[in-house]
């Protein structure tokens, strides 16, 4: 399979970009590395969570999160203020006052990072991923402003920085799908989980 853009053969090989040859050669088909500035400016990285004790103290273990189905409603409840505290949102900005079960959209992109991220990934060196891993406690974390740096900013963190747990290599792939769909939420998990 031929991606269609040369210049995504090269930046999902990282590999390749050190032997590369420098751009004023192939200016046409290989762009600048983004200065570590823009790269830093187009998202924030992966780090550990700072929840791990808090969910471990309700019975859930940060290394082994089980599905949300699967946790009774005082669980849920009670871990409820992490996973809003992780992504710096308020309760009613997932969910319909005095009806906590009814479903929103913001549930369903909720549950499925649980599903998709929290449940099947870790950090590069093993540690436990959840919500603040990604979010530093903040609900919006991408500048797209700057495409080429937001995709090597990508690689950097969650290609490179994260590992899965099933043992397969991470890369796009993990997370976009193998024909690259930008809008994850929207596309991939539409309907599930
Ligand atoms: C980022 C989205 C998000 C935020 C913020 C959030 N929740 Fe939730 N909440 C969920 C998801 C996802 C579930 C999983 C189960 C489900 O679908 O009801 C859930 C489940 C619950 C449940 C159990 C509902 C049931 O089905 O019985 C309660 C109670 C709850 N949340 C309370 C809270 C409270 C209180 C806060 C604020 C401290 C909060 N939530 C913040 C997404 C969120
Ligand atoms: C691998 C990194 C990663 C992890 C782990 C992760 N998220 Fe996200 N999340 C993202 C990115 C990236 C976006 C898109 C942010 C943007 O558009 O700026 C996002 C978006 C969201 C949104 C939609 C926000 C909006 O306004 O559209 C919600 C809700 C959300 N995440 C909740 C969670 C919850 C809850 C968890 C933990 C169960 C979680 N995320 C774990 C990376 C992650
Ligand atoms: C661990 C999961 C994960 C991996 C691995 C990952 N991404 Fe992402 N990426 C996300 C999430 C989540 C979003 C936000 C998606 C959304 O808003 O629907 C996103 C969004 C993007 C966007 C912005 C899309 C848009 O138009 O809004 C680009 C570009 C992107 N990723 C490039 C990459 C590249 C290139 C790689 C591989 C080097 C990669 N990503 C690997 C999770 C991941």
Not at 6 to 20: D, R
Not at 24 to 38: D, L, Y
Not at 49 to 75: I, R
Not at 147 to 164: C, K, S, T
Request: charged share 20%; with cysteine; net charge positive.
């Amino acid at each position: 399979m031929r991606p269609r853009f040369s210049w995504l053969v090269w930046l999902v090989l990282p590999s390749c970009a050190a032997s590369a040859p420098r751009p004023s050669s192939s200016a046409a088909t290989r762009p600048v590395v983004p200065s570590p500035e823009r790269i830093a400016a187009a998202m924030p990285g992966v780090g550990p969570s700072a929840f791990a004790a808090e969910l471990t103290a309700h019975g859930v273990d940060p290394a082994n999160l089980p599905p949300l189905a699967a946790l009774d409603k005082a669980t849920l409840k009670a871990i409820m203020p992490s996973l809003s505290k992780a992504v710096g949102m308020g309760c009613s900005e997932c969910h319909v006052q005095h009806d906590y079960p009814a479903p929103t959209e913001m549930k369903r992109i909720a549950a499925g990072m649980w599903e998709h991220f929290a449940q099947k990934l870790t950090l590069a060196g093993g540690a436990p991923l959840y919500c603040d891993s990604c979010h530093h406690g903040q609900r919006k974390l991408l500048s797209r402003a700057d495409l080429p740096a937001l995709n090597f900013a990508m690689d950097q963190a969650y290609a490179q920085g994260i590992h899965r747990k099933d043992g397969a290599e991470n890369d796009c792939s993990t997370c976009h799908g193998k024909h690259f769909e930008p809008h994850i939420e929207d596309k991939l998990w539409r309907g599930q989980p």
